[in-house]
């Protein structure tokens, strides 16, 4: 065996590198299916704006222009898919963390909420008044209501209204790194879930939605929450919509 004839300690050596190298790799893998996700939910915006822009299309433009419209919608769904296939490798590593005020990022989703949502579903926005200052990754925060958006979307099946609420509340327990907590909650009027979906729901990789689905949209949205000292949780019953609420610690803006 090539084992015994090394020294102990090369042995040992070896035996680190390859540990680390591993965990590179994990972290690799990781960080990929967490931008292979983001990706989908950003080409799902793409083929929504491209869909309404075909309807309004008028006069009927030139066969020349009605053929590319069609190249460029149907490449971005093949991409779709093909993100989605990617999707069976990990998840969720981590952006840069930055001091941001909350209340204007959530209005910065707005537009993108709203392309994601389609326009047959309503978006109502019941947003916190007073200057908090939140800590994490702004564009992860943002592809958190993305993912919970395209939830609350499949759940409506077509339509309903979502509701984008936040506000600040005194820290559930002692152990939170701030005084408040900024609580974000998606609302939406869909199906709901049943009691083994509920159970599952935040694992990784679990989906009720077959081809369509990773299983990877809330668990990256509780991970997302508690890395940042935050976390994460629902309410839901069937028949009667699902709200996802998102808590991180917060501070009033000096
Ligand atoms: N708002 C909701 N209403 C009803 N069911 C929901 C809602 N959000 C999540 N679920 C259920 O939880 C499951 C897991 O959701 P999750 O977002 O993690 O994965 P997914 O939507 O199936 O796939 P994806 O990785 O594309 O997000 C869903 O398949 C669905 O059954
Ligand atoms: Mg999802």
């Not at 015994?4 to 070896?14: C, L, V």
């Not at 983001?38 to 309004?56: K, P, W």
């Not at 296939?85 to 990990?90: A, K, M, T």
């Amino acid at each position: 065996m090539i084992e015994s004839s090394m020294p102990r300690a090369a042995q040992g050596r070896e035996r680190d590198v390859l540990h680390g190298d591993l965990q590179r790799l994990a972290a690799l893998g990781e960080m990929t299916a967490a931008a292979v996700h983001d990706f989908n939910n950003l080409l799902q915006v793409v083929v929504s704006a491209l869909r309404v822009i075909e309807g309004q299309l008028d006069p009927v433009p030139a066969q020349d222009v009605k053929d590319l419209f069609a190249q460029g919608l149907s490449a971005a769904q093949r991409a779709a898919f093909l993100s989605r296939r990617l999707l069976s490798y990990g998840t969720a590593s981590g952006g840069t963390a930055t001091r941001f005020e909350l209340g204007a990022a959530l209005r910065g989703s707005v537009p993108m909420l709203r392309w994601i949502l389609g326009t047959r579903i309503g978006l109502r926005q019941e947003l916190h008044e007073e200057p908090l200052v939140v800590e994490c990754c702004p564009h992860e925060l943002e592809q958190g209501l993305l993912n919970l958006a395209a939830n609350a979307r499949d759940a409506m099946s077509g339509t309903g209204t979502l509701t984008l609420r936040s506000e600040v509340v005194p820290a559930p327990s002692p152990s939170w790194p701030t005084e408040n907590v900024a609580v974000i909650s998606v609302v939406d009027e869909g199906c709901g879930m049943p009691e083994v979906v509920q159970e599952k729901a935040f694992e990784r990789y679990f989906t009720t939605k077959g081809a369509g689905g990773s299983g990877i949209g809330l668990f990256a949205v509780r991970e997302f929450a508690r890395r940042n000292g935050g976390d994460a949780w629902f309410r839901s019953a069937p028949g009667q919509g699902t709200t996802v609420t998102v808590a991180l610690p917060c501070r009033p803006l000096d």
